[in-house]
């Protein structure tokens, strides 16, 4: 990406950043910002009627037109620019990028509330025949369920509600499924890594991001309680539970053990003089 200098005005000029804003985003997602980015969508409305007007920055609309191709046109033309992106991916025989699944999906949900335009329904159905269809699906991995939610966030600039349409709710329902495996230590931290990045708020803290924490907690707690000691990592069985309460007096010992987790291991007898390399009694 070339940079971009413009002058300010009183000292302060936000196109610069909103420009390089606007094409990161477009790198990133593989689409221009659109109403689910408000903020960056109105900025390029507002660039889109300068240029129109003839006011627009030289400069700007050079660097505009050389790091985001496609930037000034229509919302027509970058309508037509979809469909032809669709047509294109299907004439081939590919997949449909996730920019183009998106505007498909768009495209079905507002010719199902009546809100389609008559003549950019007619151009899908000559394209696509039965496209209102959906066809009959295996079912969907979990990257691709977590693409759909990806999808989702990027187009309503929100994550999916139970509330919502029943493709909406299909989604939220998953991503219900995904909190409940983390609060239980069960999903992969890559998978958690993953809707981190791609569904911001999925699981906030206050709603589990402990729980793999508190579950083996529970288990040490439980085990003391029923045999009046604490592991000992000689045994097979509690050689993992013996590892991690050692590893928890060594972040108490050191100071980074939260006062919460603190608070969870002083109720268990013992602690934390019991949990020594070799074990120990109550």
Known sequence: MTTLDLPTAQGRNTDAPMARAAVEFTRSHGRLPGAGEP?????????????RKGQLNAQLGAWLDENLPGWANSREDRWKASLAAAVA??????????????WLGTQRRAAASGKLAPERRRALQDAFGGWL??????????????????DFVDL???????????????LARWLTHQRAK???????????????????????????????????????AGFVAGTGRWPVPS???????????????????????????AGHLEAIPGWPDAAIAKGGTI
């Open 39 to 51: 903020e960056l969508h109105t900025w390029l409305e507002r660039k889109r009627r300068a240029a």
């Open 89 to 102: 991916a299907r004439t081939a025989g590919e997949s449909p990028d996730r920019a183009t699944r998106t």
């Open 133 to 150: 269809e959906t066809p009959p699906r295996r079912m969907a991995t979990w990257d691709e369920r977590a693409d759909d939610v990806t």
């Open 156 to 170: 309503h600039g929100r994550l999916p509600s139970l509330t919502g349409r029943d493709d909406e709710v299909s």
């Open 182 to 220: 983390a609060r239980a230590g069960k999903l992969a931290s890559s998978r958690m890594n993953r809707l981190d990045k791609d569904a911001p708020g999925w699981l906030p803290l206050a709603e589990g991001r402990d729980f793999p924490w508190q579950t083996k907690a529970r288990a040490l």
């Open 235 to 261: 045994v097979p069985a509690e050689a993992a539970l013996a590892a991690w309460a050692r590893s928890q007096r060594s972040a108490h010992r050191t100071g980074r053990l939260t006062a919460e987790r």
